[in-house]
Nanobody, 115 residues
């Protein structure tokens, strides 16, 4: 059974930083691409960043230059380093991967950017 468990969310002031973590189990982590999505109140869930098993990354235009996705295959964990946070980054952030059985999601972690 696949499990994705996010952590690291919280309240931060504009311009601040947070690092999200997602611990995965039930998959051969190193071969799976991983992704971070976010969903703000009243909005659709949107893709934030992806990383392949080999470490290639892609980012939404809205976070390029501010967010960095990375992975530690020895720890079965994917990270999202978020710098220069803005109020519009406020959302629930979800970890995701796609297996042969379909998409798998974590429970989400709340990020609130406010003064």
């Amino acid at each position: 059974q696949v499990q994705l468990v996010e952590s690291g969310g919280g309240l931060v002031q504009p311009g601040g930083s947070l690092r999200l973590s997602c611990a995965a189990s039930g998959i051969i982590f190193r071969i799976y691409a991983m992704a971070w999505y976010r969903q703000a109140p009243g909005k659709q869930r949107e893709l934030v960043a992806t990383i392949t098993g080999g470490g290639s990354t892609n980012y939404a235009d809205s976070v390029k230059g501010r967010f960095t996705i990375s992975r530690d295959n020895a720890k079965n964990t994917v990270y999202l380093q978020m710098n220069s946070l803005k109020p519009e980054d406020t959302a629930v952030y979800y970890c995701n991967t796609n297996t042969l059985k379909g998409p798998e999601w974590g429970q989400g972690t709340q990020v609130t950017v406010s003064s």
